[in-house]
């Protein structure tokens, strides 16, 4: 069974520059998740999406930021016109409303961005 | 809101000896708790989560934490660390059932032979 894969691992873009990040979850899972790890704000929740429902964006920084659930699967977490202060690991998360595990989000290895 | 504080950013400890990582959360509303670990150049792990029933929880690894409403702490301990443990431990918060995760700012265990 695949855990949570993203893609790329690692990322370097020049300032400015749009960039697309991809997660693709653990397979039944309902519910994904977007954070960011950086040295000066630590571990930040991004975006979240359940099922259907809207998402909650409330952790998103900035409107060059927005991301998109296809199928109910997938997600992209895009920036655009990137700055430095966007460098960070971009850490995808996934978990399921079944009884055995809800709660537990599986994390992937997440995508390191650097903008120069 | 919910916040969470880990007090100590970095803790040293010697190979057999016992560790505590201390974490204290604030929140106006009833939540489930977790400790995460982070390996060097690896993704979150959960070691353990707290959400609802004995306040003893014993997660993975060998580590437990307790759950302390009145002091509002969720604490991790471990009685014999080994050079493995040295990670980056994350404690975290979560309003209700699959919500997001609120974490604390992180502390790395460095276990010394």
């Known amino acids: 069974g695949a855990g949570v894969s993203q893609s790329p691992s690692n990322k370097v873009t020049e300032k400015g520059k749009d960039v697309e990040l991809r997660c693709d979850p653990i397979?039944?899972?309902?519910?994904l998740y977007w954070y960011r790890q950086s040295l000066g704000q630590g571990l930040e929740f991004l975006i979240y999406?359940?099922?259907?429902?809207?998402?909650?964006k409330s952790g998103l920084p900035s409107d060059r930021f927005s991301a998109e659930r296809t199928g109910g699967s997938v997600s992209t977490l895009t920036i655009q016109r990137t700055q430095q202060e966007d460098s960070a690991v971009y850490l995808c998360a996934s978990s399921s409303s079944g009884a055995i595990s809800k709660n537990i989000q599986y994390f992937g290895a997440g995508t390191r961005l650097s903008v120069l | 809101a919910q916040s969470v504080t880990q007090l100590d950013s970095q803790v040293p400890v010697f190979e057999e000896a016992p560790v505590e990582l201390r974490c204290n959360y604030s929140?106006?509303?009833?939540?489930?708790l977790f400790w995460y670990v982070q390996y060097p150049n690896q993704g979150l792990q959960l070691l353990l989560k707290?959400?609802?029933?004995?306040?003893l929880v014993k997660g993975i690894n060998g580590f437990e934490a307790e759950f302390n409403k009145s002091q509002t702490s969720f604490h991790l301990r471990k009685p014999s660390v080994h050079i493995s443990d040295t990670a980056e431990y994350f404690c975290a918060v979560s309003k209700y059932n699959t919500d997001k995760l609120i974490f604390g700012t992180g502390t790395r265990l460095q276990v010394f032979p």
């Open positions: 999406f359940q099922g259907n429902s809207a998402p909650d």
């Open positions: 929140s106006s509303v009833s939540v489930y």
């Open positions: 707290y959400l609802s029933g004995s306040t």
């Open positions: 397979s039944g899972h309902t519910a």
